[in-house]
């Protein structure tokens, strides 16, 4: 009878797993999910290139809470942000108007190093469809006092951030309720189609003009100043200097009219940041990622890399579980409810709490994905080798066959088609939750799909949505073969009458 090596599966992750740091760790730049933050970020990518800069940009990693931990960890260089989030979210006890001056101060004992303002204020506003607006008599936040039953819909940042949505609602004694958190780029549609009233908006997102709405007057001055600056590790003085002489060539060069127009040419136009970023410095843009295939080909590895190193680690452990928990069955009860515990924890926020554990990028997605695993996994060996009748126990026994040899030869095999539709069950579940992995750099087919989202761009979300759908389908038969050769002659016999 065949039985379970664990062998391939460590091979496999020692394959890997090979480390990849042979060559010089290259400056690495981060950006925001969203267009504007993707944009300075190639800016600054391709203006460490020119300056001879070996450089990466880590795209769309999430929000400014993820980002902001990745620079003080290490897990990355550099990434454009903005003073009021600076003052409002990030340093605590600084200031409403602190300066630049103030904020390094503030930022050098963390390591961390600022640039001067790259020359415009991209403010947080409320916005308003310009003819609803005009036909309540709205021009001012504070007009919206007499319109309690308006609903709104906020990006979810927004709905918690200290410069957001709890504290606006308090200084301008706002009466409503109807507040939903959306992604920002779909709350346009959503104000657009009239399904919310108001939204919270970037000063300079190209949709204000192309959706015709009305940016209302903070008229209590609540929103501080966002100038757009770039924050780095200090450490990059001494490890690549060209980079932050790159970094400062950029201060003072863009204005709200050139940001805006960068921006519309990304969301409006669907011309590649790259290009555009390229373009504004007058200089000739690289080559972004090659082709459909090239990009397929890249994010099938990433994806399967995920996917493959977090099954194989949970089949190590997990199956061993799930024979404790049948031999005992009250630690079994335990294991099994834990493991189910895991698998109620929402999967973005699972992948955000291995961040401060394991950084961002491969680790902490492979670790979340492993933890997914093991419910499926545990339960169905537990499962398999319960459901054996007693009397085949007794007959193994009987014949005088210590534990473990009865557990090698007798048991799991019988056991073994439960184990693989736990384990394919697990594949299945990892392919699809794998795609949120993006989130925190770890790339795989989430990356277009996330990149779709942000621009409206079907034809992006299905070159990763399809694939994964396509994988999923290819493991699951995958499995069902492995199912049929594994398990004995005899019981794929008695599964057919």
Avoid: C
């Amino acid at each position: 009878m065949r039985r379970f090596l664990p062998w391939p599966w460590l091979i496999l992750g020692a394959y890997l797993l090979l480390p990849a740091t042979l060559h010089a760790t290259p400056v690495r730049i981060g950006s925001k999910q969203f267009t504007e933050s993707v944009i300075l970020g190639e800016l600054a990518l391709a203006s460490a290139r020119e300056a001879g800069v070996d450089a990466v940009h880590r795209r769309e990693l999430g929000g400014t809470s993820i980002l902001w931990r990745a620079l003080l960890q290490g897990d990355i260089d550099a990434y454009p942000e903005y003073t009021g989030t600076l003052v409002q979210e990030l340093l605590k006890n600084v200031p409403p108007d602190a300066d630049i001056a103030t904020l390094r101060a503030r930022l050098k004992p963390l390591g961390i190093g600022i640039s001067e303002s790259l020359g415009f204020d991209n403010t947080y506003a409320i916005g308003m469809r310009a003819d609803e607006a005009s036909h309540l008599g709205i021009v001012r936040i504070s007009d919206l006092l007499q319109h309690p039953k308006l609903r709104f819909g906020f990006s979810n940042e927004f709905m918690d951030r200290g410069d957001g949505w709890p504290g606006l609602r308090r200084r301008y004694g706002l009466p409503q309720t109807k507040v939903s958190g959306l992604d920002h780029t779909l709350s346009y549609h959503a104000v657009d189609s009239g399904a919310v009233d108001a939204i919270d908006l970037y000063s300079t997102d190209a949709e204000i003009p192309y959706y015709h709405l009305r940016t209302l007057v903070d008229d209590r001055h609540y929103f501080p100043r966002y100038e757009a600056v770039y924050l780095y590790r200090l450490a990059l003085n001494q490890s690549a200097p060209a980079f932050v002489g790159a970094l400062q060539k950029l201060v003072g060069r863009i204005d709200e009219n050139a940001m805006r127009t960068m921006n519309a040419k990304v969301k409006l136009q669907g011309i590649k940041e790259n290009v555009v970023a390229a373009d504004f410095l007058g200089i000739r843009a690289d080559r972004d990622g090659g082709g459909l295939w090239t990009r397929l080909f890249q994010r099938s590895v990433e994806h399967i890399k995920l996917v493959a190193i977090s099954l194989g680690l949970a089949m190590l452990l997990a199956i061993p579980l799930g024979v404790l928990a049948a031999r005992l069955k009250r630690l079994g009860q335990l294991v099994i409810g834990l493991t189910g515990i895991l698998q109620t924890v929402p999967s973005l926020a699972m992948f955000v709490f291995m961040i401060p554990l394991l950084g961002i990028g491969t680790w902490p997605a492979i670790a979340a994905l492993f933890l997914y695993s093991l419910l499926p996994i545990v339960r169905n060996t537990h499962a398999g080798l319960v459901g054996i009748t007693p009397e085949l126990r007794e007959s193994a026994a009987a014949l005088g066959l210590p534990a473990s040899v009865r557990l090698r030869r007798i048991e799991l095999p019988l056991a073994t088609r439960s184990i693989l539709a736990g384990i394919k069950t697990a594949a299945v579940i990892n392919v699809g939750t794998a795609t949120l992995a993006a989130l925190i750099g770890a790339g795989g087919y989430g990356q277009p799909i996330l990149t779709g989202i942000r621009l409206d761009d079907i034809g992006l979300i299905l070159e990763g949505a399809i694939p994964a759908a396509v994988l999923a389908l290819l493991v699951q038969g995958i499995f069902e073969g492995i199912e049929r050769w594994l398990t004995p002659r005899g019981l794929r016999l008695e599964a057919r009458q």
